[in-house]
């Protein structure tokens, strides 16, 4: 080995030249030829700030996803594991949805039942004033004071049918009220309905025929007739309509 600066030999581990004093410390070390042959480790993944390879979903608030994130570190190729939805099996989810779809019933149409409201409200206050007009007479257009003069117990048979018509009145709209909330009840109080106001007129007609002995007997017959048809039509309607949307009432 020689200096590099004067060129004059340099005993062995000289620190410096004796002949110009020039230090040879890192003209030794620079003389170290790197190892070539080490090959740097592949197959070590480098740790990106202490994150763990095999990943864990966070829990959002506490949350349960039941979905566990596969570990990526370990990975099986043969990976079977099927995220679990919310934890929602599929074979219940698909037993419930047979259920439901078994047991849905479409809704029949309610037309019908809405216009019978209207009706019961207008034959209500219909009713009301019929009430007041036979209680006080004026149904005779003035002529009262005559009719009863002639038939005295036409008075009192006046009276009560027009208490009667107007409890019907009232009847009425209760019985509007429960078709309205959907009450079982309230088909079956309109059938009574029908029934106490058929019997109400049919009784009225039979009063007056004895009250007038017997006059008029062929207009009052066929208005009994009429009375009886027409309600026993209504009452046998809205029985079959409303048999058919029974579910809907509570």
């Given at each position: ?221 066929g208005t009994v007739i009429g009375t009886i048809i027409g309600s026993g039509v209504m009452i046998v309607v809205n029985k079959i309509y409303y048999d058919k949307r029974m579910h809907l009432f509570s």
């Amino acid at each position: 080995m020689v200096c590099t600066s004067c060129g004059a030999p340099l005993p062995p581990n000289a620190m410096a030249c004796p002949n110009c004093g020039t230090r040879v410390m890192m003209q030794g070390n620079m003389n170290a030829a790197p190892n070539m042959n080490q090959q740097p480790n592949m197959n070590q993944q480098p740790n990106m700030g202490g994150m763990n390879n095999g990943y864990q979903q966070p829990n959002m608030g506490g949350m349960n996803n039941g979905y566990q994130q596969p570990n990526m570190g370990g990975m099986n190729n043969g990976y079977q594991q099927q995220p679990n939805m919310g934890g929602m099996n599929m074979g219940n989810f698909q037993q419930q949805f047979n259920n439901l779809a078994g047991g849905f019933q479409p809704q029949p149409g309610m037309i019908w039942h809405v216009v019978l409201q209207v009706f019961l409200i207008i034959g209500g206050v219909l009713n009301l004033i019929t009430g007041i007009v036979t209680m006080t007479g004026a149904q005779y257009s003035g002529l009262s004071a005559l009719v009863y003069g002639m038939f005295p117990g036409m008075r009192i048979v006046d009276i009560l049918y027009g208490l009667c018509v107007i409890g019907l009145g009232v009847f009425g709209i209760l019985v509007m009220v429960n078709l309205n909330k959907r009450k079982k009840i309230g088909p079956q109080l309109l059938l009574f309905l029908y029934v106490g106001s058929a019997a109400l007129s049919i009784l009225y007609v039979l009063l007056v025929l004895i009250m007038v002995g017997g006059n008029g007997m062929g207009s009052s017959i066929g208005t009994v007739i009429g009375t009886i048809i027409g309600s026993g039509v209504m009452i046998v309607v809205n029985k079959i309509y409303y048999d058919k949307r029974m579910h809907l009432f509570s």
